[in-house]
T-cell receptor, first 112, second 110 residues
Framework: DVKVTQSSRYLVKRTGEKVFLECVQDMDHENMFWYRQDPGLGLRLIYFSYDVKMKEKGDIPEGYSVSREKKERFSLILESASTNQTSMYLC???????????FGPGTRLTVL | RKEVEQDPGPFNVPEGATVAFNCTYSNSASQSFFWYRQDCRKEPKLLMSVYSSGNEDGRFTAQLNRASQYISLLIRDSKLSDSATYLCVGHDTGRRALTFGSGTRLQVQP
């Protein structure tokens, strides 16, 4: 079974803090993705990576950065958290853009 | 305009009913389509892929109409366990990532 794990299920941070969200997959997938999910807006792609050290902006990259130093790990960084970044963050991995993506359980981030 | 649009619902149907969802897409370059299912407070999981000829998997049938740019999902003989949010997803060849609709919520009632 493919497994995608995320470092925290729930996280509470203060405005201005630097936040790291970690994602690890165990299926040797080339592609990894970070989404945020908000009511009425669905899943929106923040960043994705198709290889180690490679990254591409998604639809809403502003205020975020990513790091992929190893194939199995993809980190999302909020350099200075703001209240409008309160959301559910979902990581996914897959073998190709048109193939199945496997999601982690999500991290619900609250920024106060 | 969103690239993939869905009626958010909720669709409230009795057990045993047949229910259909539609999804429209605006990017004519989209080549592949999928339906994902997301249970409450859970992550999305692939339900089925949708190809040009459509496909069927048990009680679920997915169809693609390229001329009108819509995808449909038909669920026959609804079960309580079908209650979930169904996400319509598209992929175009010029982009490595998928585009998700905001989902249609289905509530099957006893």
């Amino acid at each position: 079974d493919v497994k995608v794990t995320q470092s925290s299920r729930y996280l509470v941070k203060r405005t201005g803090e630097k936040v790291f969200l970690e994602c690890v997959q165990d299926m040797d997938h080339e592609n990894m993705f970070w989404y945020r999910q908000d009511p009425g807006l669905g899943l929106r792609l923040i960043y994705f990576s198709y290889d180690v050290k490679m990254k591409e902006k998604g639809d809403i990259p502003e205020g975020y950065s990513v790091s992929r130093e190893k194939k199995e790990r993809f980190s999302l960084i909020l350099e200075s958290a703001s209240t409008n970044q309160t959301s559910m963050y979902l990581c996914a991995s897959g073998t190709g853009g048109y193939n199945e993506q496997f999601f982690g359980p999500g991290t619900r981030l609250t920024v106060l | 305009r969103k690239e993939v649009e869905q009626d958010p619902g909720p669709f409230n149907v009795p057990e045993g009913a047949t229910v259909a969802f539609n999804c429209t897409y605006s990017n004519s370059a989209s080549q592949s389509f999928f339906w994902y299912r997301q249970d409450c407070r859970k992550e999305p999981k692939l339900l089925m892929s949708v190809y040009s000829s459509g496909n069927e998997d048990g009680r679920f049938t997915a169809q693609l109409n390229r001329a009108s740019q819509y995808i449909s999902l038909l669920i026959r003989d609804s079960k309580l366990s079908d209650s979930a949010t169904y996400l319509c997803v598209g992929h175009d060849t010029g982009r490595r990532a998928l585009t998700f609709g905001s989902g249609t919520r289905l509530q099957v009632q006893p």
